[in-house]
């Protein structure tokens, strides 16, 4: 059935949908020349708003393309891939040291990482096992945690 929908249509759909987003061949250009005569990121999104008057740009999308040119300018890895490998340097000093990581993509995006200590792992079971019984055993997807004293107190 075309033009009829069960639900209201969305004005804003090119800010949201991921489809919108992609840059176009030329903007890539744009963007590659800009980060080569040495301008930051807020002024290349501001010079794209204004050439693409009928685009939303999202800043994200431009950061991280700003960042693999640059990455691949110098032959840097990226920030995930350098904290990965200190990770690693640092489990050959201390073979008690756990370190996994899971990496996507021929682009190798960090997508699961996890490290710790022995003297963290009996904190990280109570963690865990508190998660579990609170959420009647349903495992999360996603913890995400910071230095909290609770936490590094062990």
């Not at 999104?45 to 040119?69: A, C, G, P, T």
């Amino acid at each position: 059935i075309e033009n009829q929908h069960n639900h209201e249509l969305v004005e804003n759909i090119s800010t949201l949908t991921f489809s919108y987003r992609r840059f176009a061949s030329e903007m890539r250009d744009d963007v590659r020349l800009l980060v080569a005569c040495g301008v930051r990121p807020g002024a290349i999104i501001e010079v794209l708003q204004y050439k693409n008057l009928e685009k939303y740009i999202h800043d994200r999308n431009v950061y991280n393309l700003v960042n693999s040119i640059y990455c691949k300018k110098n032959h840097v890895k990226s920030d995930a891939g350098s904290m990965y490998v200190d990770l690693i340097k640092q489990q050959y000093k201390n073979l008690s040291f756990h370190i996994d990581a899971q990496f996507e993509s021929q682009d190798n995006h960090l997508i699961q990482l996890c490290w710790m200590y022995p003297s963290q792992q009996d904190s990280f079971e109570w963690l865990f096992q508190s998660l579990l019984s609170a959420t009647g055993g349903l495992m999360p997807r996603l913890l995400y945690t910071d230095a909290n004293l609770a936490m590094v107190a062990t």
